[in-house]
C-alpha cells in the first residue's frame, strides 16, 4: 500500500537533547512538507522541500533542521535550540502537479521534559 | 498575506443534526479552497476542494460551495453520524504562494449518539 509512514508515534526527550522524526513515503511524491501542530493553533509550516537535495524554511523554522538526501524521505531535526518543542508533528506530501492535494502520515507526538 | 478563518468550536451535535461549519478567507486573487478532516489521532485527510469560483466540492456527505463574492467556503452536512467526530480544517492554496498551503485553525466537531 502507497502512503507516508511517521516513525515513531510517540517520543520522549530530555530537554537539551536533539531529536530526529523520521518521514518516508513510498507515493513517488516530489514535495514533502512538516507541519507542527499545537490545541488551537491549526497547522504551522516549518521546513517544505519541493524535489531532492532541495528544501525551503516555512513559517516557524527557528529551531529546526530538515534535511533531503533521498526523494523518499525527509527527516526532521528538532534541536535544542526549540524552545517549545512538545507537539505534535504531522509529515506531509504531495505531487509536483497538486502541490495543494497533501497526504499526510499519522503524525509523530514529541514530548520534551 | 493570505489568511483562513474559521468558526471557533467546539461544535457539539446530536446524530442526524444539521451541520455548519463557518470559513472564510483573505487572499489576493483567485485560490483554490479545501476542507480537510482530522480523526482523533491520524494525520489529515482531503475531505473535498473547490478551484474556482461557484464550484461545488462535495465528499461523503459533506459539501462546500466558493462563493468569490463572501469569500467564503462553508461546510455543510444535513445528517452527522457519530463517525464525522474529528477536527476540520479549511485551507486555501494560491499559486505563485511557494506551494504553501494556509490552515486555518481548525474546528472540532462532537456528535453524539
Known amino acids: 500500500d502507497g502512503g507516508i509512514t511517521q516513525s515513531p508515534k510517540y517520543l520522549f526527550r530530555k530537554e537539551g537533547q536533539n531529536v530526529t522524526l523520521s518521514c518516508e513515503q513510498n507515493?513517488?511524491?516530489?514535495?514533502m512538507y512538516w507541519y507542527r501542530q499545537d490545541p488551537g493553533q491549526g497547522l504551522r509550516l516549518i521546513y517544505y522541500?519541493?524535489?531532492?537535495?532541495?528544501?525551503q524554511k516555512g513559517d516557524i523554522a527557528e529551531g529546526y533542521s530538515v534535511s533531503r538526501e533521498k526523494k523518499e524521505s525527509f527527516p526532521l531535526t528538532v534541536t535544542s535550540a526549540q524552545k517549545n518543542p512538545t507537539a505534535f508533528y504531522l509529515c506531509?506530501?504531495?505531487?509536483?502537479?497538486?502541490?495543494?492535494?497533501?497526504?499526510f502520515g499519522p503524525g509523530t507526538r514529541l514530548t520534551v521534559t | 498575506g493570505n489568511s483562513v478563518t474559521q468558526m471557533e468550536g467546539p461544535v457539539t451535535l446530536s446524530e442526524e443534526a444539521f451541520l455548519t461549519i463557518n470559513c472564510t478567507y483573505t487572499a489576493t486573487g483567485y485560490p483554490s479552497l479545501f476542507w480537510y478532516v482530522q480523526y482523533p489521532g491520524e494525520g489529515l485527510q482531503l475531505l473535498l476542494k473547490a478551484t474556482k469560483a461557484d464550484d461545488k466540492g462535495s465528499n461523503k456527505g459533506f459539501e462546500a460551495t466558493y462563493r468569490k463574492e463572501t469569500t467564503s467556503f462553508h461546510l455543510e452536512k444535513g445528517s452527522v453520524q457519530v463517525s464525522d467526530s474529528a477536527v476540520y480544517f479549511c485551507?486555501?492554496?494560491?499559486?505563485?504562494?511557494?506551494?504553501?498551503?494556509?490552515f486555518g485553525k481548525g474546528t472540532l466537531l462532537t456528535v453524539n449518539p
Open positions: 507515493l513517488n511524491h516530489d514535495a
Open positions: 485551507a486555501l492554496f494560491q499559486g505563485g504562494s511557494n506551494y504553501k498551503l494556509t
Open positions: 506531509a506530501s504531495a505531487t509536483g502537479g497538486a502541490v495543494y492535494e497533501q497526504y
Open positions: 522541500s519541493q524535489i531532492v537535495n532541495d528544501f
